[in-house]
């Protein structure tokens, strides 16, 4: 399989206090202001980084005019990322022979690691790979996607790049509950993955290895998330019964797959996973008999910036990657939920 050598998260240098969003919420639908102020208040986040000044989103006009915002931060923000990586390790931009990138709240073509090849050292014979729609599960779908592909390609090395900037999705006319949930609770940033694969010269250094990968789809969900596209952009689906559905379903499906690769429950130490919100990462707990200590990262990661969508696991990737206490062959799983309803699994090892 391959490794996982560096993950590194940038976010949108407009940053702002819970509250200093929730007044400008409510400035916006003073009819709401009672239940803007309890979805504010049970989010578990206290700080969020927005692609705007925040007393521009009163200004966000049609599609168009939010998906040239899009084009422009994204492009930014994944420029740092790939400079600051290829900074830090020894490897030589040529020899990242492929790229993914990973979104679901703007577009462009061409695709988005198309332009950065214009803006970075990137090698002009690098293989594209852009990945559309997957939700919050595309930060680890990402992951698994180029993996197999360095299965197939053991000297090489790609780049995952994961990019949402959920913040230019707000809809002023749409006073839905799934819409003020999401307005509490999602934030904005970039986030870049470099993998290798085995008889690349950076695997013998790399922190984590990917033993196993696996996929689940649950038949006729699509109502539980997604975003509808209207005149403004993307309108947000999202159910209540997601946390319901992850008691039920997610567990089981995590301990088949723990079992599939010859391990018990207890020899997986630790996770690395999406931050959903609070409801969200309460039912995992529950789901895997867990304690919620286990997902500490997540919770600091959704109390940090929100739920940034696929981005969120990169950074709680990220994290995990600066711990001290993870010591040599301890096994861990990475998971992140998404749109279809779906789910996204790795079994990873530290090296």
Not at 208 to 230: C, Q
Request: a neutral charge; glycine letters at 8%.
């Amino acid at each position: 399989m391959s490794y996982i050598y560096i993950a590194q998260t940038t976010f949108p240098k407009n940053s702002y206090d819970q509250n200093e969003i929730k007044k400008t919420v409510t400035f916006i639908w003073p009819e709401k202001a009672d239940i803007i102020s309890q979805f504010f208040d049970s989010t578990c986040v206290k700080n969020r980084n927005l692609a705007l000044p925040l007393l521009q989103y009163q200004k966000l006009g049609n599609f168009g005019e939010r998906n040239n915002h899009w084009k422009e931060i994204a492009l930014s923000l994944q420029q740092k990322n790939i400079e600051s990586i290829l900074a830090q390790v020894k490897i030589s931009p040529e020899d990242i022979t492929l790229v993914a990138s990973v979104n679901s709240t703007g577009l462009c073509v061409p695709s988005l690691e198309a332009l950065l090849m214009n803006h970075t050292a990137l090698g002009k014979n690098t293989k594209r790979l852009p990945l559309f729609g997957l939700g919050c599960l595309g930060g680890v779908a990402g992951i698994n996607r180029v993996n197999d592909y360095l299965f197939g390609h053991p000297k090489e090395a790609a780049l995952v790049l994961v990019t949402e900037l959920c913040s230019l999705t707000f809809q002023f006319q749409d006073c839905s509950l799934a819409n003020l949930v999401g307005t509490s609770l999602f934030g904005d940033g970039a986030g870049a993955v470099l993998l290798v694969g085995n008889e690349h010269p950076l695997a013998k250094s790399a922190f984590l290895e990917i033993i196993e990968t696996k996929s689940y789809f649950y038949p006729n969900t699509e109502h539980y998330m997604g975003w509808e596209m209207v005149e403004t952009g993307f309108q947000i689906k999202l159910s209540s019964d997601i946390p319901n559905l992850v008691r039920k379903q997610i567990g089981k499906d995590v301990e088949k797959f723990i079992y599939e690769c010859g391990l018990e429950k207890n020899d997986v130490t630790f996770f690395i996973a999406h931050p959903g919100g609070p409801k969200v990462l309460d039912a995992l707990v529950e789901a895997i008999e867990g304690k919620r200590e286990d997902f500490d990262l997540s919770w600091e990661s959704l109390a940090d910036h929100g739920n940034v969508s696929s981005v969120s696991v990169i950074n709680v990737l990220e994290k995990t990657m600066k711990r001290k206490n993870i010591k040599k062959n301890e096994k861990g799983i990475m998971l992140a939920m998404g749109p279809a309803f779906s789910l996204e699994l790795s079994l990873v090892r530290k090296c």
